[in-house]
């Protein structure tokens, strides 16, 4: 549902041309600001892109939770069967 209105709303700011002259030129800004920042930028831009990879892995690998026994359980009394 999220995503089909974010499609919607995008759909109508790239109708008007002004909105898409301001996207390209602030694609061509971050482009040249990764130029001049060459190094560190692609440092950043590796670090954005592989977060959201090692988050799944993470979630993936993490071992189950088990939860810990009742100390009181074997003092239960148990119910009478009366099966007969």
């Known amino acids: 549902m999220i995503l089909g209105l974010c499609l919607f709303c995008l759909v109508f700011i790239l109708l008007t041309p002004s ?6 030129a602030s694609a061509q800004g971050l482009g040249d600001w990764m130029v001049s920042w060459a190094p560190f930028s692609f440092i950043l831009l590796a670090i954005l892109i592989a977060m959201p990879i090692v988050a799944l892995v993470l979630m993936k690998t993490w071992p189950e939770r088990v939860e810990p026994e009742n100390p009181m359980a074997k003092y239960r009394r148990e119910a009478v069967d009366d099966g007969d």
């Not at 909105?19 to 390209?24: T, V």
């Open 19 to 24: 909105s898409r002259a301001m996207l390209a």
